[in-house]
């Protein structure tokens, strides 16, 4: 069985910052591509970030472009959120997400949560 923790949710004002971590355990020792999934209240589930395996190549929603950073320690089998200039549209509980999907195209980019997820950590940004 596949298990994500993630941890690093919190409370800040807005145009701080928060650093979001997820650690997979996995029997298998699979290598997954990555991602973060976040879902306010009200809302439908959205994607956030992404970052591939066999390339490293990261991939990231236009409303957190240039605000977050994803990345991978892949010796410490985990994946971090890097998230600076937070906005009040941020808040929201944050997912990780292993084995997703990832199609991306200089036109395009489509993803596909894969199964395994973790429990989710809240973020909540103040204005």
């Known amino acids: 069985q596949v298990q994500l923790r993630e941890s690093g949710g919190g409370s800040v004002e807005a145009g701080g910052s928060l650093r979001l971590s997820c650690t997979v355990e996995d029997p298998s020792n699979s290598k997954y591509a990555m991602g973060w999934f976040r879902q306010a209240p009200g809302k439908e589930r959205e994607f956030v970030a992404a970052?591939?395996?066999?390339?490293?190549?990261?991939y990231y929603a236009e409303s957190v472009k240039g605000r977050f950073t994803i990345s991978r320690d892949t010796a410490k089998n985990a994946v971090y959120l890097q998230m600076d200039n937070l906005k009040p549209d941020d808040t929201a509980v944050y997912y990780c997400n292993a084995d997703l999907f990832i199609m991306a195209s200089r036109q395009s980019l489509h993803t596909t949560p894969g199964e395994y997820w973790g429990q989710g950590t809240q973020v909540t940004v103040s204005a």
């Open positions: 970052i591939s395996w066999s390339r490293d190549a990261t």
